[in-house]
């Protein structure tokens, strides 16, 4: 593969230091656009899907808590907090997600923290639901318990990931932030 342009650099860009191109076809020069580094996108990518399974785990729990509930007589059911936090955080990972891939945030590092942190407490609530559901318990529903640990550990374990690669990789995003903050 050629890494040669089929257009000649004909000058830097003035106040970004990115070359452009003149395309014989038209007029005007066009610009290189620096592209959305993969970390960035991996990690936008996987916060808006994580917000949107916090959605649908909360909307899931909230429905089964009320018809549990209801179906024991309680007259009106409200929805409990441990419901609205979910609800929140999964508005918040949408919100994070969706900065992230448009890159209207206000950077990346914030975001990759929050979810590194929030990775760890769900990798130790995963952790201590199972020492719960297996040692404590005894094997009651022993089954369920460990697939809902593993799923809590493994959400945790893709937060920690993605925070850390986001982290990692933070250079790059500043420097795609920088190259689009100089394109409007």
Not at 157 to 182: P, T
């Amino acid at each position: 593969m050629s890494t040669k342009s089929r257009w000649p650099v004909t000058a830097v860009a003035r106040n970004t230091g990115l070359p452009m191109h003149h395309d014989p076809e038209y007029t005007s020069p066009v610009d290189i656009r620096l592209p959305m580094p993969l970390a960035t996108k991996l990690a936008g990518i996987a916060w808006t899907t994580f917000g949107c399974l916090f959605l649908l785990v909360g909307e899931t729990f909230a429905d089964v808590t009320i018809i549990l509930l209801l179906s024991s007589g309680v007259a009106d059911p409200a929805i409990p907090a441990e419901n609205v936090v979910i609800f929140l955080f999964g508005l918040s990972f949408i919100c994070m997600g969706m900065q992230t891939l448009t890159g209207n945030g206000p950077g990346i590092v914030v975001a990759a923290v929050t979810s590194a942190i929030l990775g760890f407490v769900m990798l130790a609530e995963g952790w201590a639901f199972l020492g719960v559901s297996l040692w404590l318990i005894d094997g009651i529903d022993g089954d369920v318990n460990t697939r809902c640990a593993s799923l809590i550990m493994g959400g945790g374990a893709v937060l920690v990931c993605v925070g850390g690669l986001a982290c990692w990789f933070r250079d790059r995003d500043r420097a795609w932030r920088k190259a689009k903050s100089r394109e409007a």
